[in-house]
């Protein structure tokens, strides 16, 4: 049982480059979520996804854009790389809602230069 | 502005000392959870703590959600160098689809 899955786990960017950030759910949830980590900031949220079909903003949604593919696969993209985007990025699963346990993938550490 | 303030953000002790960490908000949460995360991993969840007063132990760590719930607190008993890592708190906003987080609290156990 895989859980959640994040490709790649590390990227380096020049500015302005795009890239997509792939998350996979192996657990039928159909919450799930995209956090990025930066040092003494926690976790702070990007965007979310309640249900297959539906996206929402998160707490710092600029200069991303998010896809939900389907149940299992909910996709971040960059457009336009910035150094502060320069973070260690996390996708997240739960069941339903955020009351029940979030499943966190590896993260992906991106660098933009 | 994070909605869940916690403190401190920073907590390094020795082995064998007590410690208690604090999550506090504004505003009402229906549930809150507590998350360790270790270097090079996403969080684990160790609990959610769901009604007000509730208290919930997990071996030495003790989970306390305010009666008002809008705080809650960790307190660990003997930490150990294990106990180490980053402690995060959570909880759901927006009719429980939005989870947010804590900026956390590093713990460094010292042998």
């Known amino acids: 049982n895989a859980g959640v899955t994040q490709t790649p786990k590390f990227q380096v960017l020049k500015t302005g480059q795009s890239m997509t950030l792939q998350c996979a759910q192996d657990?039928?949830?159909?919450?799930m979520y995209w956090y990025r980590q930066d040092p003494g900031m926690g976790l702070r949220l990007i965007y979310y996804?309640?249900?297959?079909?539906?996206?929402d903003k998160g707490e710092v949604p600029n200069g991303y854009n998010v896809s939900r593919l389907n149940k299992r696969e909910f996709s971040l993209r960059l457009e336009s790389a910035a150094p502060s985007q320069t973070s260690v990025y996390f996708c997240?699963?739960?069941?339903?809602?955020?009351?029940?346990?979030?499943?966190f993938g590896q993260g992906t550490r991106l660098t933009v230069v | 502005t994070q909605l869940l303030e916690q403190s401190p953000q920073f907590l390094s002790i020795q082995e064998g000392e007590n410690l208690t960490v604090y999550c506090n908000s504004s505003?009402?949460?229906?549930?809150l959870q507590w998350y360790r995360q270790e270097p090079g991993e996403g969080p684990v969840l160790l609990v959610t703590?769901?009604?007000?007063?509730e208290v919930k132990k997990l071996k030495r760590l003790t989970f306390q959600f305010g009666d008002a719930r809008k705080d809650s607190s960790l307190h660990i008993t003997a930490a150990q160098p294990g106990d180490t890592g980053l402690y995060l708190c959570?909880?759901?906003?927006?009719?429980?689809?939005?989870?947010?987080f804590g900026a956390g609290t590093i713990l460094r156990v010292k042998s």
């Open positions: 997240a699963s739960s069941e339903i809602r955020g009351n029940t346990e979030a499943f």
């Open positions: 657990m039928n949830h159909n919450s």
């Open positions: 996804s309640a249900s297959e079909g539906t996206t």
């Open positions: 505003s009402v949460f229906s549930s």
């Open positions: 703590v769901v009604t007000g007063g």
């Open positions: 959570a909880g759901p906003m927006e009719y429980g689809n939005k989870l947010v």
